[in-house]
């Protein structure tokens, strides 16, 4: 086992290194915000698919953080100015006015930027997400867990208020009032489930996710669903201690992931599923369009049916184990735990439940279900006013 | 024996103090860098990266032509100013940790100017005056706990900072908040910025603000019967007592000095950072501009003049450490840049600390004793019910 | 030699403790403050050591308890010769001290302050050991403490029985204690009296350091005199009386310029009318009518004082140190706020007030601490010479710059007319000799053109030369028509400089009399606290 390892080992360092002199023939950047790597989410997640890309396409990849919002653009125009970038991918919607300022000034450069449509430009690609669809997917599950188990409501910790989140919260009400119309179609009874939702206003202060979740908790939240990258770490802490108080291992509450499959976190016990945004898939896919020839400037849409974000399936957690593996966070050797945990997670989610989120998906990916979303506090609060879900 | 040790490494300590401090500050401060750029030097080797290209990457970055001259510039004008709340109280003996939590208000109160109309000239000067009275109304409170009820300047300032950066957050996400985009305050308006200094750079006209700020504190520390009180008073309370001076003025007078400073520093920061011009939620850009301005104030030697120098200085490692990331054959990971820096800031600030140190050691007595007495009170009360 | 002498011989070396033998102390500015000093301390031994202050009284003790190591001299135990590098080792070999001004953590408990003393930097405090230990010590000595209070709720009386349970605990056999009753209350006096006499009987040598007459005849069983650095008497109490003491801690007159020396014809005159002046005793420059005060650790300080000084006269207030006179002076400087009482300036109230205030009244304060009084030292000679008028016109410009032509131009003239020695007007304060920087304050407040001077210690720790170029500038403003109102320990300088003499003990004047009817055995004894003459000891 031991040596077949180090002999996968050596021939994927052989082949990249191969693959490093054979092709290099340009450089890539990925400029990430004041978050920064480390979040298993997110961040993580637009270096994984750039790496990948520049693995693939032979180029050369740079990383570069940002220890405050004022090197923003200082650090775009840096890279920008040496002129040796094929391509400057910006992760987060924090760098989009940076990105704009520096786009005009480097009309040469190519430029993307993941979560931000509204600055455009003749060399920026925009790649967005239609989040709402993966979140209705992730709502609907929790509602009809909720249901099940008698719950009285679903959680879900928020950053930043921002449009991007609103997407979220936006698909994640829709699905909660869809899971609810479903089990009231199956069993008859309207269920009594409503929202608990916090915009934390940060993006990094893990012990915010921490605080709010553990509040949802006390209440009586059948799961939090993690909207706020790194937060999510708080998150499952509140969730793990519940549990541990409570004497339980598994099943309900149930902790939702974000961005990337978070599945696997907490060795699996209690990560029921994630509303997957995969932020890899647009960076990759924007290295490739320069690799290949084919950048366009403007917004791309990723959705459900272009693979760009959806609910965690047990392929995906095969992928993301890797991925956490990468990131130092596990081992090899916890995977199979990691696995086996999941699965029993999951099965004590009736299979009717899974597949009233399958039909969902289907429905959304044939166009007969359409889920709300919203861009504007104003488009958010008609949402709000249409599923209120408990609240006022 | 190990009295014999003691003694002989007793007296060379005392010997190499003396050497120290008999040094020309300037040189001291030269040796100081090399030893923090040593040390850096020396954590970028272990870990593997070449500390020769990557300070190469870092000179560059920082002053190798007009575009890094003028980077370092734009990141050292706020520090300045937030050196300057710092080192004011420290020449009038105390601690005041609060320019971080003032550089907030002045920020906020800057953003305010957004809603209104007036001709460009006003409106900028309306901005810088909204700011500072904003950053100084901010540290008169801790001031007037300390006057009043004996509070602890440290302790206010701090709990400030955090009341500040809430109450930030909170005017930011609900008050101030852009409709169109709910991560940032609204921007200030065009006529409003400090206008672009160099093109295509962060420098903006908010440098002169900073440095002329820097001069006529100056001038009021070192030529006005307001600074000699104030710095008579940080020498030798005692001895000002003697000389008629009221320490009371003097603690205010610095404080809302520096809180005008702290205040001007956020406006710098909203009015003449690119490409915002607003405070985005979670303050990303304004986070630790204050606390930053404390190392800034001790490599300065907590000088007016020696601030400008070192922000200049402190700017260029931010400026050239953006560079280390990316440059040529060895980049060096962000994390790994924060160490250099933080290994060489170190370095730079330790004469200044010593020189301070009786005021330390007096602050932490202080402060301990203030400790001790309110966990007694507690343990008091809990006694008696 | 017989075996008998021998073997009393032997007796008598192992009988002593430790034994000081001519140690001469210079310190590192030259001042002789110990020659050749020889001491024996013996066991279930109370010594008093009497002088007057700068006697070398605390000198000797700390090169005792190894807080200084002598210029000349050793110190022998009867093992040997022993050598103390720090106040640790000496307590290792059972000497300790408790000074004056406590040592203690006022928030810690005694317990804690205790156990920090025992303990290296590093190690962890094993308080409970510390307070086990502690009971049992208060058991056997019979002194006690609370132990779970923080110190700064005790009494000072208390404060001072923890700073003797910190060394008491330290198992030493030779206790110093500085001064220990000036700052206690009279049943606190009788309380530490009690426990020494506990102690003696327990074997233990004790070494109080005092000057005070009586508790020295209360006691000791032994007196050792100071007076200039020289052991002038040692001698058993039991035989001694009150006026030799006074006569051996006070001495004959030394070569301070006596003051018939200075006064010329024209002069003698003047101090006439300032006699008559006092016969008639209407109110002076300076008028003080009942003032009472309290010290810092709140005892009663000054004591219901009245007395006035008129225009012309230097008023001398003698006494030793912590009688009371600093809190007089701070009283009316304005930096002490008085419980109650009158005091004036040509009339003005000035209780209460500021100094600065004080200042435009025309009073010229010259501090007795220059280095924590009187100027600043990081500042220039230029900022040191206007500090306390730095607000006056002549100093402040518009929009209160500083006038820096105006203040070079004073400082020069401060230096000519005085006499300071500096590199210039911007030399830091720090880098001036003492009588250099002396010279500063005396000049700043004289240039005042003040109508009254406060000078405390005018004098103190400077050389010869400048002492008395200072006391020349003193007598020459009372000549000039100014009051003076002089305090100082200095005795000759009070004799030599003053019309008329207080002695102040216990924040009271003792007397206030003509230096012609005052001999120095009757000084003594006053500034010893003892009125009526011909007490035995």
Not at chain 3, 395 to 418: A, C, D, T, Y
Not at chain 3, 433 to 456: F, T, W, Y
Request: aromatic share 8%.
């Amino acid at each position: 086992m031991k040596r077949l390892l180090g002999v996968l080992v050596i021939l994927v360092l052989g082949i990249s290194l191969v693959g490093m002199i054979g092709l290099a023939e340009g450089k890539v950047a990925v400029v990430l915000d004041v978050g920064g790597r480390g979040d298993l989410s997110f961040n993580d997640m637009g270096f994984k698919g750039t790496d990948q890309a520049a693995r693939d396409f032979g180029y050369e990849m740079v990383e570069i953080q940002c220890a405050t919002a004022a090197d923003y653009l200082p650090n775009l125009r840096n890279v920008a100015r040496t002129g040796e970038f094929d391509l400057i991918i910006c992760v987060g919607f924090l760098l989009g006015d940076a990105l704009g300022t520096a786009a005009e000034e480097f009309p040469e450069q190519k430029f993307a930027i993941i979560d931000v449509g509204w600055i455009t430009g003749p060399n920026i690609m925009n790649i967005v997400y239609r989040e709402n669809e993966a979140s209705a997917l992730v709502g609907a599950l929790g509602a009809l867990a909720a249901a099940e188990y008698g719950y009285d409501y679903v959680g879900v910790v928020l950053g930043i208020e921002i449009p991007v989140l609103y997407h979220f919260e936006a698909g994640y009400r829709f699905g909660i009032d869809w899971g609810i119309k479903k089990y009231t179609e199956v069993k008859g009874t309207t269920p009594d489930v409503g929202l608990l939702y916090t915009y934390t206003g940060t993006f990094s202060d893990i012990t915010l996710g921490k605080a709010a979740s553990e509040a949802m908790l006390a209440q009586g939240a059948v799961a939090i669903y993690n909207v706020a990258g790194p937060l999510g770490i708080g998150d499952l802490e509140a969730v793990t201690e519940f549990h541990d108080n409570a004497g339980t291992t598994f099943g309900p509450p149930y902790f939702f992931g974000v961005d990337a499959n978070q599945d696997w976190m907490g060795n699996g016990l209690h990560a029921l599923a994630s509303g997957m945004k995969r932020v890899d898939t647009g960076c990759y896919n924007a290295v490739k369009a320069v690799a290949e020839g084919t950048f366009t400037a403007g917004v791309t849409s990723l959705g459900l049916a272009e693979g760009g974000v959806g609910i965690s399936k047990m392929r995906d957690l095969i992928e993301f184990v890797d991925f956490g593996i990468g990131a130092g966070a596990i081992t090899l050797l916890d995977v199979p735990s990691i696995v086996y945990n999941w699965v029993r997670n999951r099965l004590t989610v009736p299979g009717w439940i899974w597949d009233a989120v399958d039909e969902l998906e289907a429905g959304i990916l044939d166009g007969s279900i359409v889920v709300p979303t919203a861009d504007t506090g104003n488009e958010m609060a008609a949402v709000r006013a249409e599923y209120t879900l408990g609240a006022p | 024996m190990s009295s014999e040790v003691t003694k002989s490494s007793s007296r060379l300590w005392r010997a190499t103090g003396r050497t120290l401090t008999g040094l020309n500050p300037a040189l001291e401060s030269v040796l100081a860098g090399v030893v923090g750029l040593l040390a850096g030097a020396l954590l970028m080797w272990i870990w593997g990266y070449d500390p020769w290209k990557a300070y190469m990457a870092m000179f560059r970055g920082a002053y190798g032509d007009s575009y890094g001259l003028a980077s370092s510039a734009a990141r050292g004008a706020p520090l300045i100013l937030t050196a300057l709340t710092f080192s004011i109280c420290v020449r009038a003996g105390m601690f005041n940790i609060g320019a971080e939590g003032q550089l907030y208000m002045g920020a906020i109160a800057a953003v305010t100017i957004g809603y209104f109309t007036l001709p460009s000239g006003l409106h900028i000067t309306a901005g810088i005056i909204f700011a500072m009275i904003a950053g100084a109304v901010w540290s008169l409170v801790p001031a007037i706990l300390k006057l009043t009820r004996g509070v602890h300047e440290v302790i206010s300032t701090i709990m400030f900072n955090w009341i500040a950066r809430f109450l930030a957050f909170y005017m930011v996400a609900f008050i101030l908040v852009d409709p169109m985009r709910g991560e940032k305050t609204i921007s200030i308006p065009m006529n409003a910025r400090f206008p672009i200094l160099v093109r295509g750079t962060d420098l903006s006209y908010s440098l002169f603000a900073a440095v002329l700020f820097a001069i006529v504190i100056y001038f009021i520390l070192w030529h006005t019967t307001m600074g000699y009180e104030v710095r008579a008073s940080g020498f030798n309370p005692k001895a000002a007592r003697y000389g008629g001076i009221k320490s009371k003025r003097t603690m205010l007078t610095s404080f809302i000095l520096g809180g005008l400073a702290a205040g001007l520093a956020g406006a710098t920061v909203v009015m003449g950072n690119p490409p915002t011009y607003a405070v985005i939620s979670g303050l990303p850009q304004l986070m630790n501009v204050g606390f930053d301005g404390m190392a800034v104030a001790m490599v300065g030697r907590n000088h007016p003049i020696g601030i400008i120098i070192a922000a200049l200085f402190f700017g260029g490692l931010t400026a050239g450490g953006r560079v280390m990331q990316f440059y040529g054959s060895n980049p060096v990971p962000l994390e790994m840049v924060r160490i250099v820096m933080g290994a060489i800031v170190l370095a730079m600030s330790i004469p200044e600390l010593f020189r301070i140190f009786p005021a330390i050691k007096k602050q932490g007595t202080e402060l301990f004793s203030l400790l001790r007495r309110l966990t007694s009170r507690v343990s008091h009360k809990e006694g008696s019910a | 030699m017989t075996e008998s002498t021998a073997r009393a011989k032997e007796k008598e070396e192992q009988e002593f403790f430790l034994r000081a033998e001519k140690i001469t102390k210079v310190y590192s500015d030259g001042t002789v403050a110990l020659k050749e000093a020889t001491l024996e301390i013996h066991p279930s031994e109370i010594i008093g050591l009497l002088g007057e202050n700068g006697a070398g009284k605390t000198t000797l003790t700390k090169i005792l308890s190894g807080l200084l190591p002598p210029t000349k001299g050793r110190v022998i135990s009867p093992r040997g010769p022993v050598r103390f590098g720090s106040p640790r080792e000496a307590l290792d070999f059972g000497i300790g001290m408790v000074y004056q001004h406590f040592a203690l953590v006022g928030t810690f408990t005694a317990a804690e302050n205790v156990a920090l003393s025992h303990e290296h930097p590093f190690s962890t405090i094993q308080l409970a050991d510390t307070k086990k230990g502690l009971e049992q010590l208060m058991e056997e000595s019979g002194l006690h403490v609370p132990l779970d209070v923080p110190v700064e709720k005790l009494a000072v009386g208390e404060q001072q029985r923890v700073e003797v349970l910190k060394v008491l605990s330290r198992d030493v056999d030779l206790l110093i204690l500085d001064e220990p009753t000036s700052v206690l209350t009279p049943l606190e006096v009788n309380e530490l009296f009690a426990l020494l006499r506990r102690l003696r009987k327990d074997g233990k040598s004790i070494i109080f350091i005092t000057h005070k007459l009586k508790e020295v005849g209360s006691i000791t069983d032994r007196v050792v005199v100071l007076r200039h650095g020289e052991m002038v008497g040692d001698l058993k109490t039991a035989g001694a009386t009150t006026e030799q003491l006074a006569r051996l801690m006070v001495g004959k007159a030394i070569d301070v310029e006596a003051r018939a020396v200075e006064l010329t014809e024209e002069e003698l005159p003047h101090r006439e009318s300032a006699r008559v002046e006092e016969m008639k005793s209407g109110p002076g420059i300076l008028h003080v009518e009942n003032l009472n005060a309290r010290g810092d650790t709140g005892k009663i300080a000054v004591e219901d004082l009245s007395f006035d000084v008129h225009a012309g006269e230097i008023f001398g207030v003698a006494g030793v140190e912590g009688n009371g006179q600093t809190e007089l002076v701070e009283s009316l400087t304005g930096l002490r706020v008085p419980t109650s009482g009158v005091a004036t300036i040509n009339g003005t109230n000035i209780l209460g007030k500021d100094p600065r205030e004080i200042y435009r009244l025309g009073v010229a304060h010259i501090p007795e601490n220059r280095w924590e009084l009187g100027l600043i030292l990081p500042f220039t000679l230029a900022e040191n010479a206007i500090l306390g008028v730095h607000q006056w016109d002549e100093f402040k410009g518009p929009l209160s710059f500083l006038r820096r032509r105006k203040i070079n131009q004073h400082v020069q003239e401060l230096m000519e007319r005085f006499e300071i020695r500096a590199t210039g007007p911007s030399a830091p304060a720090k880098s001036l000799s003492g009588g250099n920087q002396q010279k500063l304050i005396v000049g700043r407040e004289l240039a005042k053109n003040p109508d009254i001077i406060v000078a405390a210690q005018p004098t103190r720790g400077l050389d010869i030369g400048s002492a008395q170029y200072i006391r020349d500038l003193l007598v020459e403003m009372r000549n000039n028509g100014r009051a003076i109102l002089l305090v100082s320990a200095d005795l000759d300088e009070v004799l030599a400089l003053s019309d008329r003499i207080a002695i102040m003990y216990e924040g009271r004047f003792m007397t206030i009399a003509l230096p012609a009817d005052l001999d120095r055995e009757t000084i003594g004894l006053l500034m010893g606290g003892v009125t009526a003459v011909k007490e035995g000891v």
